[in-house]
């Protein structure tokens, strides 16, 4: 059976940056194996199939998947499946009600010079574990030396995720994921997947960062909007605002030659975060179709 799919940049304003993402708009029929194989086959960090909602107030259902396994929230693909049910011409709201397996994500759409900009909002509670792994397991994981590691904790909204906090950009470029120290330190806690940036966490800041999540088949992310999801909730979390809303940017990809940049905020009341935004453009660079074997699919269809 033949599937429609778009491939999109996420991230970036340019074809071939940002971070790559396959949409199947109309994924009625594949089985959950079909899913893995698909996804597998593009070999993205993230692929998206979309269903219709059972919910009509939604737009529609998706499930998204690495190469390896299905995973419940992922920034990237929710920002970029909202803009490619937008270019291809499924919706033309320009709020975009997605339901992930973490529950109900909007995604507000704007047009800017041609180019689509989503920024999804998440109130899902903010997961945070200020005491991480130590400063030296994590610059053994990374192949540096203690003093570029600052700081290190567990976070998550939906997904989460190691953050390594590091002393310069130039320590976030020469970091190396060594595989042995990563399964002997970090592939058995509270997540692998690690996420490692320099910057100040406090409003209007630039970060810079790089991720890596080995145990999802990810060498490299070009841009992890649940990452960054996570991590401007902690900045607002540490920042004292009683109410009021903390903003980053993030950049990241630059090392692959992928660069992306996504805006993010975090809402605050009574000193605690209530909601988080991460948005940025996305740009559709191809699409085409993909032939799914019978056995890839449900017997039921």
Sequence with gaps: MK????????????????????????????????????AREFNFSETTFVFP???????????????????????????????????GGHT??????????????PVRISNVDGVLYGTLTSDAPLDYV??????????????????DVLDGFFAGVGLDFCFAHLATIEAVDRATVDKQAWGRLLSDTRSSDIFFF??????????????SAPSH??????????????????????????????????????????PSRMDSASRLRDGKVVSVDVGGPAVLTATGEIEVGDEWLLAER
Excluded at 3 to 28: C, E, H, K, M, S
Excluded at 96 to 104: A, Q, S
Excluded at 130 to 147: C, H, I, N, Q
């Design 53 to 87: 909602s059972a919910d009509d107030s939604a737009t529609a259902r998706v499930r998204i998947f690495t190469p390896a396994a299905e995973v419940d929230f992922a920034g990237h693909p929710t920002v970029g499946t909202a803009c490619a049910l937008r270019y």
């Design 130 to 147: 200020a005491k991480g792994p130590s400063t030296a397991s994590l610059a053994e994981v990374l192949s540096l030396e203690r003093d």
């Design 92 to 105: 033309d709201s320009d709020l975009i009600i997605l339901i992930e397996n973490m529950g109900r994500i």
């Design 217 to 258: 088949g990810i060498e490299e992310d070009p841009a992890t909007g649940s990452a960054v999801a996570a991590l401007v909730g902690v900045a607002g979390l540490r920042s004292g605002i009683q109410s009021g809303v903390l903003e980053l940017s993030v950049t990241q990809g630059v090392k692959m030659g992928r």
């Design 3 to 38: 599937y429609r799919f778009y491939i999109l940049d996420v991230f970036t304003r340019t074809a071939f940056g940002g971070n790559q993402l396959a949409v199947l708009p109309d994924a009625r029929g594949l089985s959950a194996d079909g899913m893995r194989k698909v």
């Design 198 to 211: 320099a910057g100040e966490l406090k409003s209007g800041a630039e970060i810079y960062a790089r991720m």
